[in-house]
């Protein structure tokens, strides 16, 4: 462990499973750790117990906000908005603020494999952690996947990489993190309620690139224009000619020469076959002959709630993409699919405008129902197009509307286009609670 945090008085800013993690590695290194969090205490209780469980002294409610003590070091949970009273009152007092990525890659003793984007990062992480392993070099996915980085950074000694999945958030506070290999996804519109802007989310974003060194490898997605990198380039498109892996009639090509069928995967989507070139251009960028990545690759089955197909009833296959919590997920969604689809979308308003998604939607989808906060909004833009039906805040009636709706032949898919808090936990919970409405329909509902 880092001697460096030794009987330092550190702050840890979070009590979410990152600043948790960060609390436990510091302890562990001889650090005198405070955790706050704005949090109502009563909420807390459990987390509380945990942390002062392991003597790390714990700030909660108005009482976190209000810290007047100095600390020589601060981590700060990535998951809070830097415009909170608690960042804020430790930003007054000028004190040393980086995140939970930078402290815990200044512990790291291999290589470092970040993986960043607007969609796909969760796919790509894993896929890239089942071809290295299947190919014999060892490694294991953390950062924003979960579990932190701090969690996993003690068994950096025993790794040949660790592979991590980065988001703008974590990248916001960075200086010296510099990854052996960086992976840039794509842009899209997303985090709106976070950024001002687009450009200020961007920024944030391909910072992933910032300490980069002609030694290391950028592989980026070919179809977005990127500021003048320092490492070495490998690119990919599924839309794009004339990157150094493409799309042609479902099939991988690297530089012309066949490498993989997305029928010999069990992916489905252009978006996935983006996924897939990256973790091939991860694997090139580490060594590796493709004959010994695809093994790993052809294995892979994706995680629940990313174009997770759940059952066909009466002819109607039903869709659970709960993972798509912004505009361009859904438009990946949506140009996957060949057959007629009802979308069910809506969900937080996040900041951005769906009427960028208007002709597609025209052009691919039967019908649509909407709900959420943002249920009248979607209505409203695209009523004009097709048929919308308004779900207000029940999933459940909305899953009855696209029953009715949808005909033989059909897909239905929640593809939400945004985030979930206004009405569940997280997008796991909501893309649970679809499954089981989902389950639930009659087999026949002809007859039922």
Known sequence: MN???????????????SGQSAAFLLRDCGAHVT?????????????????????????????????????????LSPGIDPATPLVRNFLAKRAE??????????????????ITGTNGKTTTTQLVEQMLNAAGVRTVASGNIGPAFSAKVSQSGQLDVMTLEVSSFQLERIRVFRPQTAV???FAADHLDRYASMEEYFAAKVRIFENQTPSDWAVVNFRDKLPPLAARRITFSASVPGADFELRDGVIFHRGTRVLAMSDTHLRGAHNAENLMAALGVGLAQGLEFHQMLPGLCAYRPLPHRCEVIRTVAGVEWVNDSKGTNLDSVEKALLSEGRPVVLIAGGKDKGFEYEGLTDLVGERCRAAVVLGEMADRIEALWRGRLQCFN???????????????ARPGDVVLFSPGTSSFD??????????????????????????
């Open 391 to 405: 779900a207000g805040k029940s999933l459940s009636r909305a899953v009855e509307l696209a029953a009715d709706i």
């Open 35 to 75: 955790v706050l969090d704005s949090g109502d205490p009563a909420r807390l209780y459990d987390k509380i117990h945990a942390l002062e469980s392991r003597g790390i002294r714990v700030l909660a409610g108005e009482a976190a906000e209000r810290d007047a003590q100095e600390y020589d070091l601060s981590v």
């Open 97 to 114: 603020l980086i995140g939970e990525l930078e402290l815990a890659f200044g512990m790291c003793a291999c290589p470092v494999v970040a």
């Open 423 to 448: 009405m569940f936990k997280n997008y796991a919970d909501r893309g649970n609670q679809f499954r089981e409405l989902v389950l639930a329909l009659p087999s026949n509902p002809t007859t039922s």
């Open 184 to 186: 840039w996804l794509g």
């Open 3 to 17: 001697s460096s945090h030794k009987d330092k008085q550190v702050a840890v800013l979070g009590a979410g499973e």
